[in-house]
């Protein structure tokens, strides 16, 4: 019942949020999303992102800044989404304040040095209340396009 809500509440988010990414295109994904088997288990809980030092980092949607400040000695800056979703970013300078409302798109931080990856990345995440979620869920999807048929394969 849990997984069926949270599916339900996540396309609800696809359908209602602009999608931008955080950092410019294309995107590389320097450790992908892991979800824990259990709340307490190893896991990764988001996507970390290579990019270098100083980059600047967007506002994935529209939302109230829930967290804008250290975390266990690092920079974290924590964005919650009108459908109540939460999306953070670390290790960061933020660049706005907690309760400042930002939009889509908007440069919200600067990423720092941190320890989290062997080379610069940002660590991105997604919560639904306690439960995370994928990050990657929220980027738009790629339109596809059709192309003609060649008449000479035919």
Known sequence: MTTLLLSLLLALAQAALPGVRPLPAPLSVARWWDPPPTPYAAGHRGVDLSAPVGAELRAVAAGRVHHAGPVAGRGVLSLTLPNGLRTTYEPVRPLVTEGEQVMAGQVVAVLT??????????????????????????????????????????
């Open 113 to 154: 040095e941190g320890s989290h990856c062997p080379a610069p990345c940002l660590h991105w995440g997604l919560l639904a209340g306690e439960v995370y979620l994928n990050p990657l869920t929220l980027l738009p999807r790629p339109t596809p396009r059709l192309l003609p048929a060649d008449p000479g394969g035919v």
